[in-house]
């Protein structure tokens, strides 16, 4: 088997492991989610600078909102820290910023942050950034389902016209190129309710390295390993 030289213009991120890493520190499960922060501004920069074009990271599914009041507050705080400053050096490094996720559960102040982040970067053309937050697949993919039921319903289209292209534009992420590598740390081989519809044809890469622990030359190791897979797509 030659090299091939996959085409890479999306990452989809798991970033999982927060809570373990801070539990082996002996620190609160918050404490984890601080410094998980901190590496995802790094690695956004660092995949920019590898001329990644997408990078969508999840960073608080629908079912998280299941965890204690105090981590899921701590989560929010963080958030409102993070979009503040982080997401704003992004935003200042040419970086376009986009949120994924039923926004509608976020407190009014993040809402607006986000809506704002989104205002000032929608001309940044480097990269793109997307942020999965309060996002599950399965309720985009309904949300979708229902979209499309009221376009049927008010005459816009015809149900026989619906395909997989009108399906998709219905998506959070209707104008975004599908994932080429999706990659999740901590170990845990599942997507946990990410992406379901776009990755089907995703390369999976998973590293036992907890999110925190997550460098730039690991990712440029995994992007290596990426380029050497033989994408088919069916075909033989
Ligand atoms: C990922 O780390 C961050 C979020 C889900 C918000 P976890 O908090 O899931 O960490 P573990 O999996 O418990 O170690
Ligand atoms: C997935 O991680 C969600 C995020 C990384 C934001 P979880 O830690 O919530 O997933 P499970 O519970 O292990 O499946
Ligand atoms: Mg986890």
Redesign the pocket.
């Known amino acids: 088997m030659g090299t091939t030289n996959n085409q890479l213009r999306h990452i989809a991120l ?3 492991g927060n ?1 373990r890493w801070a539990q082996k520190k002996g620190l609160p499960r918050n404490a984890g989610h601080q410094k998980g922060a901190e590496v995802v501004l790094e690695i956004a920069k660092a995949a920019k600078e590898m001329g990644v074009q997408y990078l969508t990271i ?4 629908t ?2 909102w299941k965890r204690s009041s105090e981590e899921v507050e701590g989560l929010m705080n963080l958030l409102r820290t993070y979009l503040g400053r982080n997401f704003k050096e992004l935003a200042e490094n040419d970086v376009r910023i986009r949120f994924i996720g039923e926004r509608q559960r976020l407190d009014d102040d993040i809402q607006a942050q986000m809506t704002r982040l989104e205002q000032e970067t929608k001309n940044n053309k480097s990269a793109t950034l997307l942020v ?1 937050l309060s996002y599950g697949a399965r309720q985009e993919i309904v949300q979708a389902a229902r979209l499309l039921a009221e376009k049927v319903k008010s005459g816009d289209i015809l149900s026989k016209d619906i395909d997989e292209q009108t399906f998709s534009d219905m998506l959070y992420t209707a104008d975004v190129p599908e994932p080429d590598l999706l990659i999740r740390t ?1 170990g ?1 081989q ?1 997507l ?1 309710n ?1 992406l379901l519809w776009q990755l089907a044809y995703t390369e999976f890469y998973f590293t036992k390295t907890l999110w925190p622990d997550f460098t730039k030359e690991e990712l440029k190791d995994i992007i290596n390993q990426f380029q050497q897979r033989e994408r088919r797509y069916g075909k033989v």
Not at 58 to 61: I, N, P, V, W
Request: charged share 25%.
């Open positions: 798991i970033m999982d809570g999840y960073a608080f599914s079912e998280n999965a901590s845990e599942r946990s990410f």
